[in-house]
T-cell receptor
Framework: DAKTTQPPSMDCAEGRAANLPCNHS???????VYWYRQIHSQGPQYIIH???NNETNEMASLIITEDRKSSTLILPHATLRDTAVYYCIVPRNRDDKIIFGKGTRLHILP | DAGVIQSPRHEVTEMGQEVTLRCKPI?????LFWYRQTMMRGLELLIYFNNNVPIDDSGMPEDRFSAKMPNASFSTLKIQPSEPRDSAVYFCASSQSRSVAYFGPGTRLTVT
């Protein structure tokens, strides 16, 4: 997988936007950026993915820089239920494996 | 849709015993993944299947681990003999399209 770098932890106040960064400077070709999260004691949950353009769904928004070397996952109005580990993944284009790194542990503060 | 179903949810066994974990993927999904999660090593991909065929088992730790997918709706992960270091949460996931996977609730395995 293209190497991704995420901060180990972040805090965000409840009701505010949570902005989670990811660096993937070695991304190449048509490799997509995927985001998953894992709430404590649950299986990982797919959030969103994108290639070049910004993407939005009911869970989050994904902003990818023009050079595609970094991206930001935005949770627009964070709630306590958004406390989780968030993983940014860039699978190799020719591969189907989903490899998880250490992710960012997001704490939502009441 | 019930999602990915795993059984049992919890398993406690003694060292040396055989352990079989089961997974029913989401209907219509072509990919099935087995992961293991521990505090020390995080989420590790053990093996994945495409159309019931094992594609990559490079993550399987050793010969004590084996996985099968006899049909599109069922897969097993077997550990024989089990050891205390196999204690972990084992997740099964299935996918219809590349890299968008849906995970089951996991099986928490404790080997004493």
């Amino acid at each position: 997988d293209a190497k991704t770098t995420q901060p180990p932890s972040m805090d965000c106040a409840e009701g505010r936007a949570a902005n989670l960064p990811c660096n993937h400077s070695t991304i190449s070709g048509n490799e997509y950026v995927y985001w998953y999260r894992q709430i404590h004691s649950q299986g990982p949950q797919y959030i969103i993915h994108g290639l070049k353009n910004n993407e939005t769904n009911e869970m989050a928004s994904l902003i990818i820089t023009e050079d595609r070397k970094s991206s930001t996952l935005i949770l627009p109005h964070a709630t306590l239920r958004d406390t989780a580990v968030y993983y940014c993944i860039v699978p190799r284009n020719r591969d189907d494996k989903i490899i998880f790194g250490k992710g960012t542990r997001l704490h939502i503060l009441p | 849709d019930a999602g990915v179903i795993q059984s049992p949810r919890h398993e406690v066994t003694e060292m040396g015993q055989e352990v079989t974990l089961r997974c029913k993927p989401i209907s219509g999904h072509d990919y099935l993944f087995w992961y293991r999660q521990t505090m020390m090593r995080g989420l590790e991909l053990l093996i994945y299947f495409n159309n019931n065929v094992p594609i990559d088992d490079s993550g399987m730790p050793e010969d004590r681990f084996s996985a099968k997918m006899p049909n599109a709706s069922f897969s097993t992960l077997k550990i024989q003999p089990s050891e205390p270091r196999d204690s972990a949460v084992y997740f099964c996931a299935s996918s219809q399209s590349r890299s968008v996977a849906y995970f089951g609730p996991g099986t928490r395995l404790t080997v004493t």
